[in-house]
């Protein structure tokens, strides 16, 4: 009789492998350090949560967590590597990893079309602080006129189709 094997335990074990050997590089003074590479205990258990759903395709309320944490993580590992300073430009990144994290349910839960109101305006509001924040600041008036321009042919191009429907 063959035996049947579960692969459930391959992606912990595979953290705990990889947490294992950076802790030991670190204590043998090789590597940057666990100052510099904390964050990697906020990426493991979101990228545990989004392999926990690519491998059942059931559980899609953990795609909210590990969408954020491993955002949030990037995010951190970024900051750890290039200066905290730059968190006073990049804190719209935290709206950005819950629009995501709904995103991604919109995506695999059914399409529940109530989801893209908040990542809608989370987006948005983020987008809007992320480029005000920036260098491109002087040019944030270009985003309303596109913005513009695009409900302006959107608006024609439903005019146009209620005309053909007639």
Partial sequence: M?????YGAVVPATILILIGIIFLLDSLGWGPGMNK???????????????MFALSKKYYG????GT?????????FYCNFFGWQKMQYLWPVFLLAVAAGLFMIYLFSGRHSALLV?????????????????TAAKFWPLILIILGVLIIFGSW????QKKERN
Avoid: C, H, N, Q
């Avoid at 590479?37 to 392999?51: D, R, Y």
């Avoid at 954020?68 to 951190?76: A, D, N, P, Q, V």
């Avoid at 509001?125 to 920036?134: E, G, N, P, Q, R």
């Fill in 118 to 134: 908040p990542v809608g305006i989370l987006t948005l509001i983020a987008l809007v602080f992320l480029v005000a924040s920036s």
């Fill in 157 to 160: 191009k439903k005019t146009d």
């Fill in 62 to 65: 953990v795609l909210m967590p």
């Fill in 2 to 6: 063959e035996e049947k094997r579960s």
């Fill in 68 to 76: 954020f944490l491993t955002i949030i993580s990037g995010l951190f």
């Fill in 37 to 51: 590479l904390w964050p990697i205990f906020l990426l493991a258990p979101g990228v545990s949560f989004l392999l």
